[in-house]
Structure formats: structure tokens, C-alpha cells
């Protein structure tokens, strides 16, 4: 399997226009997380789904932010309108329901770096 | 309130000599503990884990240390190398809620 797959790599783009990230989870993993990370607040945890469902989006820090998961083997992250705030890398991870001896592992991402100017 | 914290935001080891990252936690009902390396432009990768009921797991020059009544665990790696250079987070799991719960991150400099 290659991964978890994300698109783009890179991303600046001016104030106010539309994001859009996507991924691609490993085939057969049942949930899926966006992280943000930045330097001062580390790794946050946007929103996750599970068998496409979210199931919990408390951690979207505003209307702006929407994600969708229409299959299994794909999800996207969407800012509308962006800000500068918003710059940061954007990772996305899939795992498993079944528990392994590692615990609930998650597999992430490269990331998607994020530049708003 | 953060329920994993990982208090060194960097730390700094020769080559050669032990290096340990530390974390602490608030939540008793986490039953798996899991660290994570972070290099520069990639996605966190696995590192090695603990069960709450194990005190102790070894994986080569890595081992992780469970103190549940202290709430504390560290990643102990032995000898550091220029490679283990990374971030190390640590991360938390309870029940079959499968969110992790993450730390802040540690900066692991390995001296030449």
C-alpha cells in the first residue's frame, strides 16, 4: 500500500480565496483525522471520521474550516474564506478499528503545507 | 486543559549517550501510550507504544517507561544517533475511543 496519500504538497495562496486539501486514507482503514500542526499550539485535531461518518468536528476552529469524506478512499479539507492565521501543515491520518499490540495506531500523512498571504 | 504534556520543548544529547523525553498525563482511564518521530516536511511515523498494563516495552535502542502512579512516561533511547535528530510526541489512547490525545512535541538534537 503507498499510504496515506495527500494533495497538495504545497499550497500559498492570497487571503480570502477558497482551500481545498485532500487525502487519500490506506484502503481498508475505517477512520480518518485532520491534524493541524503549528508551532505554538502543536498537533490539533480538526475533525474525524469513521466509515465516512464525522463524528466529531469540535476541533474545527471556525465555520470556515468544512470537511467531507464521500467515500472511503477519500476526504477533503476546506477553508472558505482563508486568512493568514490559517497557514500551517495540514496532515491527515487513517487507522483501523481493530486494536493491534501498538494500540490504535495512526498512519499519517506527508502533509500539506499551507501558506495564506 | 491538556490531558498529555510534554514539558521539554527541545532537548539537546551527545552522540553516543542516552537521551529521554519525558510526558506526563492527567487521564487514568488511558490504557495505551504511543510515541511518534517527526522529521522535517514528513507526517509522524510510529515509534513504539505501552499498554497500561505493562511498565516497561523494548524495541532495540528504544524503550519506554510506564509509571501509572505517577502518571509519567518516558522514551529512553540508547545509543542516541545523528538520525534519531527529530520531534517526538506522545500520544494517548482510552478505551475504544480511537482518538489519540497528543503532546506538544519534543525537539531531539543529537550532537555530532
Known amino acids: 500500500d503507498a499510504g496515506v496519500i495527500q494533495s497538495p504538497r504545497h499550497e500559498v495562496t492570497e487571503m480570502g480565496q477558497e482551500v481545498t486539501l485532500r487525502c487519500k486514507p490506506i484502503?481498508?482503514?475505517?477512520?480518518l483525522f485532520w491534524y493541524r500542526q503549528t508551532m505554538m499550539r502543536g498537533l490539533e485535531l480538526l475533525i474525524y471520521?469513521?466509515?465516512?461518518?464525522?463524528?466529531?468536528d469540535s476541533g474545527m476552529p471556525e465555520d470556515r474550516f468544512s470537511a467531507k469524506m464521500p467515500n472511503a478512499s477519500f476526504s477533503t479539507l476546506k477553508i472558505q474564506p482563508s486568512e493568514p492565521r490559517d497557514s500551517a501543515v495540514y496532515f491527515c491520518?487513517?487507522?483501523?478499528?481493530?486494536?493491534?499490540?501498538?494500540?490504535?495506531?495512526?498512519?499519517f500523512g506527508p502533509g500539506t503545507r499551507l501558506t495564506v498571504t | 486543559d491538556q490531558q498529555v504534556k510534554q514539558n521539554s520543548p527541545s532537548l539537546s544529547v551527545q552522540e553516543g549517550r542516552i537521551s529521554i523525553l519525558n510526558c506526563d498525563y492527567t487521564?487514568?482511564?488511558?490504557?495505551?501510550f504511543l510515541w511518534y518521530k517527526k522529521y522535517p516536511a514528513e507526517g509522524p511515523t510510529f515509534l513504539i507504544s505501552?499498554?497500561?498494563i505493562k511498565d516497561k516495552n523494548e524495541d532495540g535502542r528504544f524503550t519506554v517507561f510506564l509509571n501509572k502512579s505517577a502518571k509519567h512516561l518516558s522514551l529512553h533511547i540508547v545509543p542516541s544517533q545523528p538520525g534519531d535528530s527529530a520531534v517526538y510526541f506522545c500520544?494517548?489512547?482510552?478505551?475504544?475511543?480511537?482518538?489519540?490525545?497528543w503532546g506538544a512535541g519534543t525537539k531531539l538534537i543529537i550532537k555530532p
Open positions: 484502503s481498508g482503514h475505517d477512520y
Open positions: 471520521f469513521n466509515n465516512n461518518v464525522p463524528i466529531d
Open positions: 491520518a487513517s487507522s483501523s478499528k481493530l486494536i493491534t499490540r501498538r494500540g490504535y495506531e495512526q498512519y
Open positions: 500520544a494517548a489512547s482510552a478505551g475504544s475511543n480511537y482518538q489519540l490525545i
Open positions: 487521564n487514568s482511564m488511558f490504557d495505551y
Open positions: 505501552i499498554s497500561s
